[in-house]
């Protein structure tokens, strides 16, 4: 099974930027998307931004503007860029990669990394 790391996570002021990594540990074959998400205490995990393999980028209207997403393809990861962060952006942060074959979709998830965003 393929385990995902994120990294780049940690406490900025805000106003500041993170970038977030993710690394694999083996080959994830047959990607159709991948993305990050995000958890606040006591919420869901939300879509934060997702980029599809021909390219195709969705933002959350929340961070439209000033987050980032493109594709490590030395990795085959997903990064994500985020400027002018916000108090209300501190939530772990989860890497994600879609793979379909078969007909069957395969999750792979990281462990997270934490943001905090001070005001």
């Known amino acids: 099974q393929v385990q995902l790391v994120e990294s780049g996570g940690g406490l900025v002021q805000a106003g500041g930027s993170l970038r977030l990594s993710c690394a694999a540990s083996g080959s994830i074959f047959s990607i159709n998307a991948m993305g990050w998400y995000r958890q606040a205490p006591g919420k869901q995990r939300e879509l934060v931004a997702v980029i599809t393999s021909g390219g195709r980028t969705v933002y959350a209207d929340s961070v439209k503007g000033r987050v980032t997403i493109s594709r490590d393809n030395a990795r085959n990861t997903p990064v994500l860029q985020m400027n002018r962060l916000k108090p209300e952006d501190t939530a772990v942060y989860y890497c994600?990669?879609?793979?379909?074959?078969?007909?069957?979709?395969?999750?792979?998830w990281g462990q997270g990394t934490q943001v905090t965003v001070s005001s």
């Open positions: 994600n990669v879609k793979a379909v074959k078969g007909g069957i979709t395969y999750d792979y």
